[in-house]
């Protein structure tokens, strides 16, 4: 069975800085893959890729099918193109819009689905989340945990088989952390595929099913996390555990 | 007769005045300043043949008034100075002392004589009825006119002749600011006629061909000087001394000089050396009446002139909005050629005067497109104010956090959808406090299109207060009834952005 995203080789400059020096793995439906780094080792401009936002200058991406390669313009918007949710860390929701118009704008104007079969959907998705009670909050009225639920629902609205999330845990207090690990591998356990980037080895060790740990724009070590994190082999890793745990915020 | 070429010069005076003293230029007439000049005001803006600026020396100022008023003070052993006081506003400053007397081809009224003290009058004019050649034949009198449209200066015995006519025959009165271009305008076929005094008429004659000039009189009425109402002591002196001057030929003189002497002026000088009475034509509606009267018959109109204002600023505003609206897209998502001719638009139309634009508009595309006034006044503050609104709404545009676009784009997206349902919505957001501002604004610069015919609040009161003498209740009346339109528009506001900020009842 072939994996739900497919890195292949992926190489992105940024000015005359080597950001990703051929980046390759895949991540397979029920999996959650964790990326793992320095800050500045490439782990959000990974996500910003395969999410299309930043343009590859070498390699492919293959999301579902749908690839992402050197000099191809991106597929045209529309409900085709979107095999990705992606969950940003500082959520960016959109104003204006309550927390079930947030979920509900896509399906309704990207999906083209009708606004009552959107608005059940959403509320369901709120729901999974435990956040249906504020569904008609704004967002500057939700706390930092109540927000990231919400952006994860709107992430999942046109049900991508892909979901991405940038340093989900950044914010979150160690109850959340667990309460947002078991909401994940929930998501992966209906046959999602997930890519996560963090700098929480806890959190990694206790809900990823594979760490790759990126270091200067290549993936310098992988496996599962029990192994990877106990028995360091690169000085990237080793570095990741020490006590002077950089918070990254990129 | 009011010269004035000024542009919007009488608003920004009666502006003025409300608020405090009158801009006061001293400008040496003649000779050197001696220990205690006599100061004489008058108007120097396009002000010929009575007062100009000499073209070979623009510190000094010519003309016939500049004659007389020397005449005056080397008869009173002083020596002259220039005040120069906008037109409208030479009634108050004399009122207020600002000069000893005041001559710049001022009116012979009964409101003014009532209001001031007056000298005897020293000029003798008809007012004249011009038309286009072709038209000579059918227009001969007011009368003629029913349904067209004749031209004037704002504030004057030709304007109210004018209205009067507008009652009587029902043609459509338009008050200008100046006395050129109501005959450019009559050429060019904007007006049908132009009612002005024969010295007017004569010297544009010169400068517009393919005009007529009918001879005979509308109204006749006479210049005279003005002082302050307990000056009648020095008035005497200054009536002795223009009787002196017209008995041994120095007025007859000066008036020859200045090209304005004619046949009506001896038996005229005759009369006023017989202490005769000088006649003239009545003057419909300038019989003195108290100030409450002369409101309440300029209550209507300033109500009227509130709408034109409030219609005018409304379809302007959303005019501005739109272009500004599309202006600013242009600018955030256009490539770099449009993105270049969009800023040159936006800096020229910020970096000129709203005036000159207006001017362009209404007069320079004349040849091209001969707007309405009310369309150009629209068309130009429209277009203006799109300049300020397109720098409001791309800064609001810019203002949307690039996460959410970001987050838009990884959603499906496309750009114009992003723009319509999630950057523009948070953009009119942070817009509206200062679209309101710019709102309030356009209220009050709608007054600037007065200098397009265009008979506004502020132009009304202006002839109101012209009329009545005194500023304190136009003024107040005026101010009340912008406030009436501004304040609403500002609760609104304030009103819509409390709603968007306040939690959401869930």
């Known amino acids: 069975m072939s994996p739900v995203l497919d890195v292949r080789d992926v190489r992105l400059r940024r000015g005359a800085r080597d950001v990703l020096r051929g980046v390759t793995f895949e991540v397979g439906a029920g999996e959650v893959v964790a990326l793992m780094g320095l800050s500045g080792s490439g782990k959000t401009t990974v996500l910003r890729a395969v999410a299309g936002l930043d343009p590859v200058d070498a390699g492919r991406i293959v999301v579902s099918g749908v690839s992402i390669e050197a000099g191809v313009p991106r597929p045209p918007a529309g409900p085709a193109a979107v095999q990705v949710g992606m969950v940003f860390q500082f959520h960016h929701l959109f104003e204006h819009l309550t927390a079930i118009e947030n979920v509900c704008l896509a399906p309704v104007h990207v999906g083209r689905t009708a606004r009552d079969a959107a608005a059940a959907t959403a509320r369901r998705l709120l729901a999974d989340l435990g956040v249906e009670h504020r569904q008609f909050a704004l967002p500057r009225e939700l706390s930092g945990g109540e927000a990231q639920r919400v952006a994860i629902a709107r992430a999942l609205a046109l049900d991508p088989p892909l979901l991405l999330l940038d340093e989900p845990t950044a914010s979150l207090d160690p109850a959340r952390r667990d309460d947002l690990g078991a909401a994940l591998r929930a998501l992966a356990a209906q046959g999602r595929a997930l890519l996560v980037t963090s700098h929480d080895d806890d959190f990694v060790r206790a809900h990823a099913t594979t760490v790759l740990v990126l270091a200067d724009g290549a993936v310098v070590e992988r496996g599962a996390p029990a192994d990877v994190l106990t028995r360091p082999q690169h000085d990237a890793t080793k570095a990741l555990l020490t006590g002077t745990r950089p918070r990254t915020i990129s | ?506």
């Open chain 2, 1 to 506: 007769m009011t010269r004035r070429l000024a542009l919007g010069a009488g608003v920004c005076a009666a502006l003025v005045c409300l608020a405090g003293p009158p801009q006061v230029l001293a400008q040496r007439a003649q000779g050197a300043p001696s220990s205690a000049p006599f100061l004489w005001g008058g108007d120097a803006e396009g002000g010929a043949p009575f007062v100009e600026a000499d073209p070979k020396d623009p510190t000094r100022v010519v003309g016939l008034d500049v004659d007389i008023a020397t005449l005056v003070a080397h008869a009173l052993g002083r020596e002259p100075q220039f005040v120069q006081i906008t037109f409208t506003s030479l009634d108050q400053s004399a009122a207020r002392g600002d000069f000893s007397l005041g001559l710049s081809g001022i009116e012979d009224t009964p409101a003014r004589r009532h209001a001031l003290a007056a000298t005897i009058p020293y000029y003798e004019f008809r007012e004249v009825l011009t038309v286009r050649a072709a038209d000579r034949p059918r227009f001969r009198t007011l009368a003629d006119l029913g349904g067209r449209k004749v031209a004037t200066l704002g504030g004057t015995i030709a304007y109210e002749l004018l209205l009067a006519a507008q009652r009587d025959h029902g043609i459509a009165a338009v008050s200008y600011d100046d006395d050129v271009h109501p005959y450019a305008d009559l050429a060019n076929g904007r007006v049908d006629a132009v009612l002005l005094d024969n010295v007017l008429a004569e010297r544009s004659m010169r400068k517009v061909s393919g005009l007529y000039t009918n001879p005979d009189a509308v109204a006749v009425n006479h210049y005279i000087g003005i002082l302050g109402p307990a000056d009648t002591g020095l008035r005497d002196r200054i009536d002795d001394i223009l009787r002196a001057a017209m008995r041994d030929g120095r007025l007859e003189a000066i008036l020859r000089r200045w090209n304005v002497w004619n046949a009506d002026q001896p038996p005229f000088f005759a009369h006023v050396l017989a202490n005769a009475p000088v006649g003239g034509t009545p003057i419909p509606e300038t019989t003195p009446v108290s100030a409450i009267e002369m409101t309440r018959r300029y209550l209507p109109s300033l109500l009227t002139a509130s709408l034109v204002t409030l219609a005018l600023s409304c379809l302007s505003m959303a005019l501005a909005v739109l272009c500004g609206a599309g202006i600013a897209i242009g600018r955030v998502y256009g490539g770099a050629a449009l993105r270049l001719v969009l800023t040159a638009y936006v800096e020229v139309m910020r970096g000129t005067p709203i005036l000159l634009q207006l001017f362009v508009i209404y007069y320079g595309l004349a040849a091209v497109v001969r707007l309405p006034a009310f369309v150009a006044a629209l068309i130009g503050l429209g277009l203006n104010y799109a300049a300020y609104e397109s720098e409001i709404y791309r800064g609001a545009l810019e203002a949307v956090p690039r996460g959410q676009l970001e987050a838009a784009r990884v959603l499906g997206f496309s750009t114009g959808q992003t723009l319509r349902l999630i950057r523009g919505p948070q953009a009119f957001r942070f817009a509206l406090a200062p679209m309101t501002n710019d709102f309030v604004a356009m209220l009050k610069d709608s007054s600037l299109v007065s200098v397009l015919t265009v008979m506004e609040l502020t132009k009304q009161t202006q002839i109101f207060a012209t009329n009545l003498g005194s500023w304190v209740i136009p003024g107040a009346l005026c101010a009340g009834l912008y406030l009436a339109m501004s304040l609403p528009l500002a609760h609104l506001a304030r009103r819509l952005e409390a709603a968007w900020q306040a939690p959401t009842a869930s």
